[in-house]
């Protein structure tokens, strides 16, 4: 027997051992997901991932999370609150059973990026600078969908989820990056009563020369929120100043509905900041503690 191999069955016994003595459930039991597919009136097809907590139970209220690009990020979140949830650091502090709901779009990558840039943008593209998103260039006719595409996920979305499945809607919360992390600020601004909880990932509020916060009064809570940001010390100037702008001004005295958490990821960019941040964000809002 090699050196080597010697090694890892020690580690893989000193796991094994660790993992029993800690009470840790790492067998072969998946969590339940259910997929389910809506239309939208103007021929937009998604999907609804619904992944359920270990344990479901029917007649139990959960809390709920709505995360947005689960055509790519569906496995990092779910393995993110796999791994919180049975970790003995967040069983000690409560975390919360939690119903996570991706919203995918479906097709190729093109699709994806052609769905995300209309829907997740509250405004026609309108700045100088010409650039794609996905091989999708940015112009009116791709862009600006935002309120519609919230009238869909209120009138449709939320409405189908939650006739299903018993959960806390006054707790209610969104996850998005980029165009996303944009589309949950915009919620937050205009339809305040849709969400409660907000886990923004290097949201793109530079968005039409920030437009968004030029009204510091609409930047005022109008309900409970807790809020968590994140963005990577390695992105652009273009993401990272107004970011910075906008922690700023949400952090004011007047604000004081709003909990806010905003956290810089050392040498992290505009990807590489989402396993960290997506694992943090739902310890930080889920965990009954905080």
């Avoid at 809506?38 to 619904?50: A, S, T």
């Avoid at 968590?228 to 273009?238: D, H, L, P, Y």
């Avoid at 956290?263 to 396993?275: I, K």
Wanted: with cysteine.
């Amino acid at each position: 027997m090699t050196k080597q191999l010697t090694i890892l069955l020690i580690a893989l016994l000193f796991i094994i051992i660790d993992t029993k003595a800690q009470k840790h459930t790492f067998d072969s039991v998946e969590p339940t997901t259910v997929t389910k597919e809506i239309n939208r009136d103007n021929g937009q097809v998604y999907n609804l991932i619904v992944t359920l907590p270990l344990g479901y139970q029917a007649e139990k209220e959960y809390k709920i999370l709505y995360y947005l690009d689960a055509w790519w990020l569906e496995n990092l979140v779910t393995g993110c609150y796999r791994i919180l949830s049975l970790s003995n650091k967040t069983k000690s502090n409560n975390l919360e059973d939690v119903i996570l709901v991706g919203i995918s779009s479906v097709g190729d990558e093109r699709a994806w990026n052609l769905q995300r840039n209309m829907d997740f943008t509250p405004s026609k593209f309108n700045l100088k600078l010409k650039f794609n998103l996905g091989e999708v260039p940015l112009d009116e006719t791709t862009t600006g969908g935002a309120e519609e595409f919230l009238q869909f996920f209120r009138q449709d979305i939320i409405s189908s989820i939650e006739s299903e499945y018993k959960v806390d809607s006054a707790s209610r919360g969104i996850m998005g990056h980029s165009l996303g992390g944009l589309l949950g600020f915009y919620s937050y601004l205009n339809h305040s009563d849709l969400f409660s909880n907000y886990i923004l990932l290097a949201p793109s509020v530079w968005w039409n020369d920030s437009e968004l916060f030029q009204d510091k009064a609409s930047m005022i809570s109008k309900r409970e929120s807790h809020m968590f940001a994140a963005m990577g010390t390695a992105e652009i100037k273009m993401m990272k100043e107004p970011m910075g702008n906008l922690v700023e001004e949400l952090k004011s005295e007047e604000n004081r509905k709003l909990k806010i958490t905003y956290r810089q990821y050392e040498n992290e960019d505009h990807h590489s900041v989402l396993p960290q941040a997506i694992y943090d964000g739902i310890e930080l809002i889920y965990t009954r503690s905080n």
